[in-house]
Nanobody
């Protein structure tokens, strides 16, 4: 069973940057698309960025141009570089492998908290 461990969150001022990491156990990491999700208080968890096995990326409109997802298959790690952060980006961020719009492939990790102050 793949385990996901997210890290890199923290408190940052608006306009600042953070780089999140997600380390996955298991050799099947490179065989699966990966995504970054976030869940703000009172909201559902949502997919904000995804990357295929060959490196193609996709983003929701409100993070395009600010967030960049990447992966290092040799390290079984996926990253999310977040620039020009806004208070509305405040959420717990998780990684997983999207199967469909609502389904994911692995158990959820603990997530990493990102807090953006105004």
């Amino acid at each position: 069973q793949v385990q996901l461990v997210e890290s890199g969150g923290g408190l940052v001022q608006a306009g600042g940057s953070l780089r999140l990491s997600c380390a996955a156990s298991g050799s099947i990491f490179s065989l699966n698309p990966m995504g970054w999700y976030r869940q703000a208080p009172g909201n559902q968890r949502e997919l904000v960025a995804s990357i295929t096995t060959d490196g193609s990326t996709n983003y929701v409109d409100y993070v395009k141009g600010r967030f960049t997802i990447s992966r290092d298959n040799a390290k079984n790690t996926v990253y999310l570089q977040m620039n020009s952060l806004k208070p509305e980006d405040t959420a717990v961020y998780y990684c997983n492998s999207p199967v469909s719009r609502t389904l994911v492939r692995f158990n959820w990790g603990q997530g990493t908290q990102v807090t953006v102050s105004a």
